[in-house]
Structure formats: structure tokens, C-alpha cells
């Protein structure tokens, strides 16, 4: 039995660190919720058209924050106004379940090029690639739609670093 030992050690480490690296839950919690992205029941208007897909798993970008963040969403256009866009997905949502005991309904949120954001949007991820399709599609308004919602923070997942 004393010659496991070390074998057992040295799995157990290698154990921790990936937990430590890489947390199972926020892999679990950013494919669950790409999953019921994909269902949800959200109202495009008629006339827009899919650009690009996006997802995002990752750090908020403040300096030392550990909080990871999960975005889901496209980029698209439509021949409407600002305030018609907005008003068509004023009660979408996803419906989330982060844990077994709660049900949460993220709502859909919806954001434009060259317009001032928060940090806790995936803007700063996309902004660049949402300017440049705006500039390209012309009379049309470009928009990002996504849900996003922070995640898990009990292990400090190296990949959620701001």
C-alpha cells in the first residue's frame, strides 16, 4: 500500500489544480445556458437578418476580478429604428436554471454600435466587430442582441481573470 502513495498525492494535486484552473460549474453553467439561448422563444423582428453568432466565457474586465461572465447572443440587423428594435424584445427572456433550487429569467438585452456600455456587457468583447458590420451593412440598424449573466466564483477559474 506504500507504494501508491505517491501516485495517489500526485493525482489528488493534479486534481485540485485543474478544479482550481479550469471550475466544471462554469463550464457547465455557460453550456446550459447556450443550450436554452438556442430555445428560447425570442421575437426578432420579421425583416432582420443574422450576421454572426456570438458567445462569450470570461473575465469582466476589471483589473483583479475573478467574477466570471457568460454571454450569449448575435449580431443582426433590421430596417427599424433604435426604439422599434428595443421595443421588440421588451419581454424576451431565457429561462435559466443555475442551480436545481432556482429558476432565473434573464432577460434579453440589446445593444448598439458606438454607444456607451458598462462592463458587465459583452461590448468590450464585440464592440469592435459590431462597429465594423455597421459600417458594411449601410442604411440598415446593426444591433447586438444577448443574454448574459455572471458565474460561479467559489473556485477562482484562471480563465475569468480581469
Not at 449601410?138 to 484562471?158: C, M, Q
Given at each position: 500500500m506504500d507504494k501508491?502513495?505517491?501516485?495517489?498525492?500526485?493525482?489528488?494535486?493534479?486534481?485540485?489544480?485543474?478544479?482550481?484552473?479550469y471550475n466544471p460549474v462554469n463550464n457547465l453553467n455557460f453550456w446550459n445556458l447556450q443550450r436554452r439561448y438556442e430555445v428560447a422563444r425570442i421575437s426578432h423582428p420579421e425583416n432582420s437578418v443574422l450576421l454572426a453568432k456570438?458567445?462569450?466565457?470570461?473575465g469582466s474586465g476589471e483589473y483583479d476580478s475573478s467574477i466570471?461572465?457568460?454571454?450569449?447572443?448575435?449580431?443582426?440587423?433590421?430596417?427599424?429604428?433604435?426604439?422599434?428594435?428595443?421595443?421588440?424584445?421588451?419581454?424576451?427572456?431565457?429561462?435559466?436554471?443555475?442551480?436545481?433550487?432556482?429558476?432565473?429569467?434573464?432577460p434579453i438585452k440589446i445593444l448598439f454600435p458606438n454607444e456607451p456600455v458598462s462592463l458587465e456587457s459583452p461590448y468590450?468583447?464585440?464592440g469592435h466587430e459590431l462597429n465594423l458590420i455597421s459600417e458594411e451593412v449601410g442604411e440598415?440598424?446593426?444591433?447586438?442582441?444577448?443574454?448574459?449573466?455572471?458565474?460561479d466564483t467559489s473556485f477562482r477559474d484562471?480563465?475569468?481573470r480581469g
Amino acid at each position: 500500500m506504500d507504494k501508491y502513495w505517491p501516485w495517489i498525492l500526485s493525482l489528488s494535486t493534479v486534481c485540485f489544480i485543474v478544479l482550481l484552473t479550469y471550475n466544471p460549474v462554469n463550464n457547465l453553467n455557460f453550456w446550459n445556458l447556450q443550450r436554452r439561448y438556442e430555445v428560447a422563444r425570442i421575437s426578432h423582428p420579421e425583416n432582420s437578418v443574422l450576421l454572426a453568432k456570438k458567445k462569450y466565457f470570461g473575465g469582466s474586465g476589471e483589473y483583479d476580478s475573478s467574477i466570471c461572465r457568460y454571454f450569449v447572443g448575435e449580431i443582426r440587423s433590421a430596417p427599424l429604428s433604435k426604439s422599434e428594435i428595443m421595443n421588440t424584445y421588451e419581454n424576451d427572456y431565457v429561462a435559466f436554471r443555475l442551480s436545481v433550487f432556482s429558476r432565473d429569467d434573464i432577460p434579453i438585452k440589446i445593444l448598439f454600435p458606438n454607444e456607451p456600455v458598462s462592463l458587465e456587457s459583452p461590448y468590450w468583447d464585440w464592440g469592435h466587430e459590431l462597429n465594423l458590420i455597421s459600417e458594411e451593412v449601410g442604411e440598415n440598424t446593426v444591433y447586438l442582441v444577448y443574454a448574459g449573466i455572471k458565474g460561479d466564483t467559489s473556485f477562482r477559474d484562471l480563465r475569468c481573470r480581469g
